[in-house]
């Protein structure tokens, strides 16, 4: 008994280690958009056996991440500029409606943890190394951890938790996006002077402007890789 025990554990665990590899290896771009994701190459790769590897796939189809297709396997979900748009949309509405809502309940602690988090973000460093050509490279995971924290500060205060787990699961989409605009714009871009931005509007109250602040944050990084909202107007 123990030893099925044992072996249940293990595989459930092996599970959780293959989806989390995988997810982040998709998220963070090391893993191309439209890439096959084939069973002999990743049990190489994550020293892990094919039964967990094919639950976390089909867990990661679920969720969006990778899709499977009849007779060609899983493949990852490709980077597509409509989906992008779509994806835009969604987090501007969603974290637009977060953002004044935490705004409007916004505390001293919420005030306090929010310069924190901007703190912490600007201090970090985006890239850990620069090239000969001046262009920075090797992203920083201690800064991509520090900027979702800063994200996520900011809708702290939101009272709908349904909203603020949406924005999440959004943020992580978008995530793989931002991973590709970094590719092409590596090291160039004020993403600094942005939060400070979006942070100093929402401590002085000004929902208003945070938003619009937080919105062409978002639609600088769609814009890189080449995606732009149509505008009322333009």
Request: proline share 3%.
């Amino acid at each position: 008994m123990t030893k099925t025990t044992d072996l249940l554990d293990r595989g459930t665990t092996d599970i959780a280690e293959a989806y989390e590899r995988l997810r982040q290896d998709i998220v963070f771009a090391r893993i191309p958009p439209g890439a096959k994701l084939v069973i002999e190459t990743l049990k190489r790769q994550y020293a892990l056996g094919p039964s967990p590897l094919r639950e976390a796939l089909n867990r990661l189809a679920a969720e969006g991440w990778v899709e499977h297709r009849e007779q060609r396997g899983f493949h990852v979900v490709a980077a597509d500029p409509q989906q992008h748009l779509q994806l835009l949309k969604a987090r501007i509405w969603a974290e637009g409606t977060a953002l004044r809502d935490s705004i409007e309940h916004r505390t001293d602690a919420w005030e306090d943890a929010v310069v924190l988090a901007l703190h912490r973000l600007s201090k970090e460093p985006r890239f850990l190394s620069v090239g000969q050509d001046g262009d920075a490279v090797d992203e920083n995971p201690q800064w991509e951890q520090l900027h979702r924290r800063f994200h996520m500060t900011l809708l702290s205060q939101c009272t709908s938790a349904y909203i603020t787990d949406f924005c999440s699961q959004l943020y992580d989409h978008a995530h793989r996006y931002r991973m590709l605009a970094l590719r092409v714009n590596k090291g160039r871009r004020q993403e600094g002077d942005e939060h400070r931005a979006i942070a100093e509007a929402a401590m002085a109250g000004d929902a208003d402007l945070a938003v619009q602040c937080l919105t062409e944050h978002y639609r600088r990084t769609a814009a890189i890789i080449g995606v732009e909202e149509e505008r009322p107007g333009a």
